[in-house]
Structures are given as C-alpha cells and as structure tokens.
C-alpha cells in the first residue's frame, strides 16, 4: 500500500519561496495522477494542484503563476515550487494520488507552511 511522506515546509515571508517534496513509500506512482492540497485552520482540505503521467498541470486560480508542480517517478517523488506566498498559503500541505478520499490510510501527516512577518 502506497503512503506519502511531506517535507519541505517552514515559516516563510510574504513574498518568500519554498519546495516541497512528497516521497512515496510502497507502490509505483508513475502512472498516476499526483496532487498536492492544502488545509488551513478551521477550513476544509482544498486541492492546490494535479499532475498527471505526461506531466499535464492543473493548478487552482489562486496559485496559478506563483506554484510549480513537478515529479520525478524514478525518485517516486512529487514537488511543490512555491514562490511570491502569500499569507493566505498558510496551511497543512499534503499529496497524495488524485481523488483519494479522506478516509485512506495513504494520507500524510502534512507538512506546515506558514507565511508571516
């Protein structure tokens, strides 16, 4: 069974940059579409962005030009390019394969991001 391991995160300026990355334990990812969400206080688990196996993107209006998605299937890692963040990034970030209810025992523990001066 696949689980997901985020690191990466970190306390960060308005304006600053992080990479996240998301190792995979457990079953190849490579043909799989990967996504990344997000999760702030009191908020529900929101989908920031996809990739899928031929490294087509999708990424939600609010990150779009500001977020990089990318994977690396050999490594079985998927990263998170954020630049020019934002206060309103801060949140618990985590991957997982697309569409993964949340109920399944692949989530994470997430990773923290926390965009403040």
């Known amino acids: 069974q696949v689980q997901f391991v985020e690191s990466g995160g970190g306390l960060v300026q308005p304006g600053g940059s992080l990479r996240l990355s998301c190792a995979s334990s457990g079953s190849a990812i490579s043909v799989k579409i990967m996504a990344w969400y997000r999760q702030a206080p009191e908020k529900q688990r929101e989908l920031v962005a996809t990739?899928?196996?031929?490294?087509?993107?999708y990424y939600r209006d609010s990150v779009k030009g500001r977020f990089t998605i990318s994977r690396d299937n050999a490594k079985k890692t998927v990263y998170l390019q954020m630049n020019s963040l934002k206060p309103e990034d801060s949140a618990v970030y985590y991957c997982?394969?697309?569409?993964?209810?949340?109920?399944?025992?692949?989530w994470g523990q997430g990773t923290q991001v926390t965009v403040s001066s």
């Open positions: 990739i899928t196996s031929r490294e087509t993107t």
């Open positions: 997982n394969i697309w569409n993964t209810p949340s109920s399944a025992a692949s």
